[in-house]
């Protein structure tokens, strides 16, 4: 028995299953605007983000979090740093004598 395989998704379509279980129709309402139309909608999605950030940095709880996770993740942010620049280094000299 053979499976059905789908069609891919369009970029369009990818980028509207992020929006969420309503992607499909904002997808609809954005390709019925105008360019003025977009751009207002542009801004008041951007107006969005900055109001959640700013009620987030408001928020003493989730300050703290964040500052624990920076302290938490340093060590691992150091080991990276340190073991990726040394893979690098390690391919850069095996390209230069000649073994990728």
Do not use: F, W
Not at 19 to 28: A, H, N, Q, R, S
Not at 40 to 52: G, H, L, M, P, V
Not at 72 to 82: D, I, N, Q
């Amino acid at each position: 028995m053979k499976k059905h395989r789908k069609e891919p998704l369009s970029e369009m379509q990818k980028m509207a299953k992020k929006i969420g279980t309503d992607g499909e129709d904002v997808l609809k309402e954005l390709e019925a605007m105008t360019v003025p139309e977009i751009n207002k909608r542009i801004a008041q999605a951007n107006q969005a983000i900055s109001e959640t950030k700013e009620e987030l940095e408001a928020n003493p709880k989730y300050v703290e979090a964040k500052n624990d996770v920076k302290l938490l993740s340093s060590g691992l942010r150091e080991v990276k740093t340190r073991q990726n620049a040394i893979i690098a280094i390690a391919v850069k000299l095996r390209q230069e004598k000649g073994e990728s």
